[in-house]
C-alpha cells in the first residue's frame, strides 16, 4: 500500500501537472502515483496503488515515450476498460524522461462514473478515437404518415420499425447510436477489424430494406401506406465512447465526420437516390463494386464540392 511518507530518489526527470499547474520531479525508481503523492498532490489512489481500480488514471498529455510499457496490472486493466495509450495507471507508471500529465479523476462524481464503468462488460467501456462507418437512414413518406396519424401510432410503427431495423445492423456487426425521428445513427467497425465496415453497412441497409417489404404489408394494411429508405455512408475517424447520464445510456459517436454522414444521407433527395457513399467509403469497396454512378455535389454547412457514389 502506499503511503503517505515516500522519498522520492534520483530525481532527474520533471512530471508537468496540467491541472496545478506545476512541475514535480520523479525518479525512474518510483511511479508517477508515488511522485505526486510525495509532492502533497490529493491524487486518488482508491485501490492503495495495487493496480485495480483505476481512479489513480491519468492523461499523458506530452512525453507518452518516455513512460515505460504497461505492466501485467495495467495492461487487464486498460484491455477491460479499452484505453487508448495515453490513458495510463500512474501507480503502474514509472518514466525514463519528462512528461506532462492531467489527473482524470477530481471528485466523487468521477469516481461514480468509474464504478459503473467497472460494473458493466463492455469492450468500448471508455472514449477512444477509431476510423468507423457511419451510417444515417430515414424513412421514406415518413412525413405524410406522421401528418395524419395520431401520436399513439406514430411511436407504435416507429418502434416496430426500429425493432426491425436494429435486427438486420447488429446481424451485420453494427449498432444503433442514435435515433431521431424517423432517423437512424448505426456505426459499423468498432473494436472489429475482421470485417470491412463499409461492406457491413451495405450488406446492413440492404438486409433493412428486404425486410422492409414485409413492414410495408402490414403498413398498407392497416395504415395505406409504404416505407421506404434513404442511407448516407461515411467512413471516418469519430471519438466513440459510452455516454451515462443516469437514466440513458448508449455508446455515442461525435465529430464532424458524424455530420459528414448526415449531410450524405440529405443529398440522395437531390440525386433521386437510396444510398450514397462519400469518397472515402466508396475508396473501402470499390474493388467489389465495379458499377456505380458518380455525382460531385455541395453539402450543407461545408466547404467545397464533395464527391458521392451510388453503387448498383
Ligand atoms: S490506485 Fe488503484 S489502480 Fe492505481
Partial sequence: MIGENIMIKNSTHKIHLFKEQSTISCSEDNTILEATLAANINHT??????????????????????????????????????????????????????????????????????????????????????????????????TSFAEKFPPYDIVHVLNRYYQLMNSCIQNNNGFISDVAGDGILAIFGINNKKTNSVLDGIRAIKEMNESLINFNNYLEE??????????????????????????????????????????????????????LLSEEAFQEIKSLYPKYNAFETKLKGKTGKYNLYEII
Fill in 222 to 275: 392497416n395504415f395505406n401506406t409504404k416505407f421506404g429508405i434513404r442511407a448516407g455512408i461515411h467512413f471516418g475517424d469519430v471519438i466513440a465512447g459510452p455516454f451515462d447520464t443516469g437514466e440513458m445510456k448508449k455508446m455515442a459517436v461525435i465529430g464532424d465526420n458524424v455530420n459528414y454522414a448526415s449531410r450524405i444521407e440529405s443529398a440522395n433527395k437531390e440525386f433521386n437516390t437510396k444510398m
Fill in 45 to 142: 489512489h482508491a485501490c492503495g496503488g495495487q493496480g485495480k481500480c483505476s481512479t489513480c488514471r491519468i492523461s499523458v498529455m506530452n512525453g507518452i515515450e518516455n513512460c515505460n510499457p504497461r505492466n501485467s496490472a495495467e495492461l487487464r486493466i486498460a484491455d477491460k476498460l479499452s484505453f487508448p495509450d495515453e490513458i495510463r495507471l500512474s501507480c503502474q507508471t514509472k518514466i525514463t524522461g519528462d512528461i506532462s500529465i492531467r489527473r482524470m479523476v477530481s471528485d466523487k462524481f468521477d469516481m461514480d462514473v468509474i464504478a459503473e464503468q467497472f460494473s458493466k462488460d463492455s469492450k468500448v467501456a471508455f472514449g477512444s478515437q477509431q476510423k468507423l462507418t457511419i451510417v444515417f437512414t430515414d424513412i421514406v413518406n415518413y
